[in-house]
């Protein structure tokens, strides 16, 4: 089959392929640094064009044009399913929406949920098979794209041609539209430097995992941190199975500590659904083999994950309670970012042999002024559970890590407190006392 002829037949100038979308019309976005940032300010030219139209995405790397360009709302509803910093910023302004997702759901919650008529996405560069790949963002994009009547591509070729895995591509024969971008490189997304607060709390995980374990990070300064101090380690064997990859599995592999060589399946692979990071992750990931593009129903499904040995969780929070609910994704009522896969990796690393779900958090919010602490009595009204009571296992601050998991209401309070920042702690005594969860036996 002739696949160049069909492409130069699907071959569109952006402002035509936008032309698809209509007033009322669902479009679902690429996600991560796959959205469509090429195609996302022409939709938004057409904005006196055009109303009620809802768009959907996944962390729009920056301010996506279509809610920036209507402050009424009336011409589009933007939406995302995981914040970015951006999403946050729209949200302030009541300009984005949140739908919420357990991550290894989604594929599920698309096609039960989510008829789309328009999905347009970044992709790399067509191959000799005819196949568009997802690069760095596989998670449930062909889901959405299942899902979607009209499908717009847009090609980028600095994209990194991610190898799989499963549903890391789609064929020509399943695209309506190609767009061909201005070529600027993907956004960049450096970890953050960890602190001395961060590097304290990475210390005290370091100490949880062994040879042997599948390690998923999260993203933040802690994660960083402790995966500087693993490559930097005489850990041996190391495996990856994640939601996010990030450059510190890279760091890890090159240092010699990360092999995959004790993984149950998917050995010698660092298996994710993403990528996010900078330009040396994107190098490394192309047309390499040891890393492997899942479906998020794959890498974050409880019942595959938890197949590994030794699976260890690490992801940060906002804040907890003394009974043990994990507030990761909101401040209040101000959405932060998401669910995303925190519960999916706690939830499946307790089901793992020899796994740890690890939550880690400074002791104290960030600001000047009065000590607040980030564990507290309860959470802020409005804050959002995003790890239940039930799940949470391990606890990590600057203090220590303590392991919650089984323990009655006045062991939690009691553990907790133990690892509070020491100036607060009389002050949360006090409060477990009147919230009937402190025994006069207890001691710090």
């Known amino acids: 089959m002739d696949f160049l002829t069909e492409y130069r037949r699907k071959l569109v100038s952006p402002e035509e392929a936008v032309k698809v979308v209509k007033s009322g019309d669902k479009v679902a976005y690429g996600h991560f640094a796959m959205a469509p940032t090429f195609l996302d300010p022409y939709l938004a030219q057409r904005k006196d064009e055009l109303k009620a139209v809802k768009v959907y995405a996944v962390v729009y790397p920056g301010l996506a044009q279509v809610a920036v ?3 009424t709302r009336e011409h589009f509803i933007y939406n995302s399913w995981h914040f970015s910093g951006g999403d946050r910023m729209l949200h302030d302004k009541n300009l ?19 008829d789309a008529d328009v999905f347009m996405g970044k992709v790399t ?18 889901a959405y794209i299942k899902k979607s009547k009209k499908v717009i591509v847009e090609v980028c070729d600095k994209a990194p041609y991610c190898l799989g895995g499963n549903l890391e591509a789609i064929h020509i024969s399943e ?3 190609i767009v061909e971008t201005d070529s600027k490189p993907l956004i960049q997304v450096p970890e953050v430097p960890p602190n001395d607060v961060d590097k304290a709390v990475a210390g005290h995980i370091m100490n949880l995992i062994e040879d042997g374990s599948v390690i998923q990070l999260g993203i933040g300064g802690m994660p960083s941190a402790v995966g500087s101090m693993i490559a930097h380690s005489d850990l041996k064997d190391l495996g990856a199975h994640t939601e996010i990859l990030v450059d510190s599995y890279v760091d890890m ?6 092999t995959g060589k004790r993984k149950a399946f998917d050995q010698g692979r660092m298996a994710y659904t993403f990528a996010l990071g900078t330009q040396k992750l994107y190098d490394f990931l192309h047309m390499n083999r040891t890393a492997a593009s899942y479906s998020v129903d794959y890498t974050n499904s409880p019942s595959i994950a938890s197949q590994h040995d030794k699976l260890i969780s690490i992801n940060n929070a906002i804040e907890i309670d003394l009974f043990g609910q994990v507030c990761s994704e909101s401040s209040g009522t101000r959405q932060i970012t998401g669910t995303g896969g925190q519960f999916d990796f706690i939830f499946s690393s307790f089901k793992s042999r020899g796994g740890k779900g690890i939550i880690c958090l400074s002791s104290l919010k960030e600001g000047k002024g009065e000590k607040k602490s980030r564990i507290v009595p309860t959470l802020t009204p409005g804050g959002i559970v995003t790890v239940p009571r039930a799940v949470t296992n391990y606890v990590v601050t600057e203090y220590g890590a303590v392991d919650i998991k089984g323990k009655s209401t006045w062991e939690r309070a ?25 025994v006069k036996t207890n001691k710090l």
């Open 69 to 71: 360009c209507d402050p």
């Open 96 to 114: 984005c929406n949140f739908v919420p997702m357990i991550y290894h759901e989604g594929p599920a919650v698309i096609e039960r949920y989510c």
């Open 125 to 142: 560069p067509m191959d000799s098979h005819g196949y568009f790949n997802f690069s760095v963002a596989n998670s449930d994009t062909y």
């Open 175 to 177: 695209v309506d539209m």
């Open 253 to 258: 592999y090159e240092a010699g500590v990360l």
């Open 414 to 438: 009691e553990l907790l407190i133990s690892i509070a920042e020491p100036d607060l702690r009389e002050d949360l005594i006090k409060e477990a006392e009147k919230m009937k969860i402190w």
